[in-house]
């Protein structure tokens, strides 16, 4: 079986998550809130797996600069982030704390809306 992506330190895999969530959509959510309300973040959430890559086309691996080192982190660490992810941008947008300019890092807006925000500003400055 190919899997999408690979389990963390608990060997359950994300797509496993996602099927729950897909399940009953406010599972992971229900298990989460106590979580958020007593803003706590359980070490078994911070564990990791570290796997250890050769890099490719190296002449010689006796040093430490010819391998990687991806770090697989627990997906329901990774889930909880998205959800407060979600609320703190939730927030910033109800109290309008963010600058309208902010288009990075934000939910639908990117780079290239950014550029095409500042195109529009210079040709409105060039108009007498």
Known sequence: MIHS???GP???LYSVWKKVNFLHLAILLEHFSPLVAFGYHPHSLKASN???LNKPRKPSYD???SFGIIVLLNPLSKILERVMTVRLLTI???????DPNQCG???G???SDYSLS???EVRMLERP
Do not use: D, E, M, Q
Request: hydrophobic content about 45%.
């Open 63 to 65: 040093s430490p600069a």
């Open 105 to 107: 890092s934000l939910p």
């Open 10 to 12: 608990n060997s359950i």
């Open 5 to 7: 992506s690979a389990s």
């Open 118 to 120: 500042l195109a529009h």
């Open 92 to 98: 910033a947008h109800s109290k309008t704390i963010l």
């Open 109 to 111: 807006l990117s780079a």
């Open 50 to 52: 570290g796997v250890v």
